[in-house]
């Protein structure tokens, strides 16, 4: 009986790039999960959709470069080389390398301002700014200090910060807040959080613009776009993008 042609099957967010044996060789270094035991040849094979005559060829080589290592007892760890790849990557990262990019491309499908805030103590510094095209648009420049109880970003980032309650507990779960005229009353904004390696929180990406062009049913239009950016910057920042990509698909 023929068998089928074998194909890897890739993170989820991530396209197969054509090459069949590199894309094979990611789908095995991304079995891996954050505080998982190391995988036998069998759990690998399943969580790859690879042969395991295909997979055990391709842990020799990823053994043979130190991006995997087989442990006594036959299972499989990632290896000493991938620290050195994510040392390496973490100290040439520059946020605006990865950030501004993606928030001209979210502009630009919006037509709204796009801004990135980070949090500073007990308030919010607006990062990085992409303004609106449109003449009416709500103005707040890199550099701008802002309160963290009051708006969209302000309120993500308090969320996944550890503020309680409500609407704390909505946003963790939605991974998104949508503000109507919070810190100022002209002004409407949806923000969701980026996050980095294990987890942790780099900042909020939002939309901004007047309550007369950003109404609730133009944020509940835009909310899925907003997460897929998010989770886009969260997989280049070395995070897990899936729970954003999830969300960008919930009703």
């Given at each position: 009986?023929?068998?089928?042609?074998?194909?890897?099957?890739?993170?989820?967010?991530?396209?197969?790039?054509?090459?069949?044996?590199?894309d094979r060789a990611a789908a095995?270094?991304?079995?891996?999960?954050?505080?998982?035991?190391?995988?036998?040849?069998?759990?690998?094979?399943?969580?790859?959709?690879?042969?395991?005559?295909?997979?055990?060829?391709?842990?020799?080589?990823?053994?043979?470069?130190?991006?995997?290592?087989?442990?006594?007892?036959?299972?499989?760890?990632?290896?000493?080389?991938?620290?050195?790849?994510?040392?390496?990557?973490?100290?040439t990262l520059d946020l605006a390398?990865?950030?501004l990019p993606l928030m001209r491309?979210?502009?630009?499908?919006?037509?709204?301002?796009?801004?990135?805030?980070?949090?500073?103590?007990?308030?919010?510094?607006?990062?990085?700014?992409?303004?609106?095209?449109?003449?009416?648009?709500?103005?707040?420049?890199?550099?701008?200090?802002?309160?963290?109880?009051?708006?969209?970003?302000?309120?993500?980032?308090?969320?996944?910060?550890?503020?309680?309650?409500?609407?704390?507990?909505?946003?963790?779960?939605?991974?998104?807040?949508?503000?109507?005229?919070?810190?100022?009353?002209?002004?409407?904004?949806?923000?969701?959080?980026?996050?980095?390696?294990?987890?942790?929180?780099?900042?909020?990406?939002?939309?901004?613009?007047?309550?007369?062009?950003?109404?609730?049913?133009?944020?509940?239009?835009?909310?899925?776009?907003?997460?897929?950016?998010?989770?886009?910057?969260?997989?280049?920042?070395?995070?897990?993008?899936?729970?954003?990509?999830?969300?960008?698909?919930?009703?």
């Amino acid at each position: 009986m023929a068998r089928t042609r074998e194909t890897a099957q890739p993170p989820l967010g991530i396209e197969p790039s054509g090459v069949d044996v590199l894309d094979r060789a990611a789908a095995i270094l991304f079995a891996f999960k954050r505080d998982e035991v190391p995988l036998t040849l069998t759990e690998i094979s399943n969580r790859t959709g690879l042969y395991k005559s295909t997979a055990l060829r391709l842990l020799g080589a990823l053994c043979h470069h130190r991006l995997l290592m087989r442990v006594e007892d036959g299972r499989y760890l990632l290896g000493a080389a991938t620290l050195n790849l994510a040392a390496t990557y973490e100290s040439t990262l520059d946020l605006a390398d990865v950030l501004l990019p993606l928030m001209r491309q979210l502009n630009e499908n919006s037509g709204e301002s796009v801004s990135f805030h980070v949090r500073d103590g007990n308030q919010r510094v607006c990062l990085y700014r992409i303004s609106s095209r449109h003449a009416l648009r709500a103005e707040v420049q890199p550099g701008d200090v802002l309160p963290l109880d009051r708006g969209a970003s302000g309120r993500v980032l308090s969320a996944f910060s550890g503020a309680d309650g409500e609407p704390y507990e909505t946003v963790r779960i939605t991974l998104h807040y949508m503000s109507m005229g919070e810190r100022d009353a002209e002004t409407a904004g949806i923000s969701a959080p980026v996050f980095g390696a294990g987890g942790s929180l780099v900042g909020a990406i939002g939309l901004v613009g007047p309550v007369s062009r950003l109404n609730e049913a133009a944020m509940h239009r835009f909310r899925p776009l907003l997460l897929s950016y998010a989770a886009q910057a969260t997989n280049q920042l070395g995070g897990d993008p899936k729970a954003l990509l999830a969300a960008a698909t919930n009703e």
